[in-house]
T-cell receptor
Framework: NAGVTQTPKFQVLKTGQSMTLQCAQD?????MSWYRQDPGMGLRLIHY???????DQGEVPNGYNVSRSTTEDFPLRLLSAAPSQTSVYFC???????????FGPGTRLTVT | RKEVEQDPGPFNVPEGATVAFNCTYS??????FFWYRQDCRKEPKLLMS???SGNEDGRFTAQLNRASQYISLLIRDSKLSDSATYLC?????????????FGSGTKLNVKP
């Protein structure tokens, strides 16, 4: 099993550009989440999904969209990148109720 | 008030020392509690779950105090390899048991 994979590993965007961060898992986990991590702030939940077709907002959803058309994939879309979105983005999946989260390696995004 | 609060440290300890971290949480309905370890520029990885009765895994002991709403992590006989950031994670029912909040992390430096 590859576990949770994320692409790209690094990305530089200009203000106003859009892009999609990809996340996939091959463990058949129902629950997936996106977090951003900024220095001194810990991980903050952006959006999460409890299954295909079901998503909900986390703490910091503004400027991001998600969809979940399959169990395996949970892409995160930045609609119009802003410098405040410079961060490290982690995707995670969870096999069951309130359980351990498995994280991808992260995407380091810089918006100039 | 933040959902989960931790002392950011750093805690600088010599090898062989015992060190303890605390973490407080705000949602009295929280059901799942975890400690994750994060190495520099890497994804978080589960260190241990925290059970109501407390639990131990080798040199690591985790405790939960529901009345005071805090969890703790005790590391005995610290090793150089224990140097990392330790993240406290709590779930957020009743809206969704797989919606997790992270503390900002406590940095541990173990010195020779």
């Amino acid at each position: 099993n590859a576990g949770v994979t994320q692409t790209p590993k690094f990305q530089v965007l200009k203000t106003g550009q859009s892009m999609t961060l990809q996340c996939a898992q091959d463990m058949n986990h129902e629950y997936m989440s996106w977090y951003r991590q900024d220095p001194g702030m810990g991980l903050r939940l952006i959006h999460y999904s409890v299954g295909a077709g079901i998503t909900d907002q986390g703490e910091v959803p503004n400027g991001y969209n998600v969809s979940r058309s399959t169990t395996e994939d949970f892409p995160l879309r930045l609609l119009s990148a802003a410098p405040s979105q410079t961060s490290v983005y982690f995707c995670a999946s969870t096999p069951g109720w309130g359980g351990e989260q498995y994280f991808g390696p992260g995407t380091r995004l810089t918006v100039t | 008030r933040k959902e989960v609060e931790q002392d950011p440290g750093p805690f600088n300890v010599p090898e062989g020392a015992t060190v303890a971290f605390n973490c407080t949480y705000s949602n009295s309905a929280s059901q799942s509690f975890f400690w994750y370890r994060q190495d520099c520029r890497k994804e978080p990885k589960l260190l241990m779950s925290v059970y109501s009765s407390g639990n131990e895994d080798g040199r690591f002991t985790a405790q939960l105090n529901r009345a005071s709403q805090y969890i703790s992590l005790l590391i005995r006989d610290s090793k150089l390899s224990d140097s990392a950031t330790y993240l406290c994670v709590v779930n957020n029912p009743p809206n969704n048991f797989n919606k997790f909040y992270f503390g900002s992390g406590t940095k541990l430096n173990v010195k020779p």
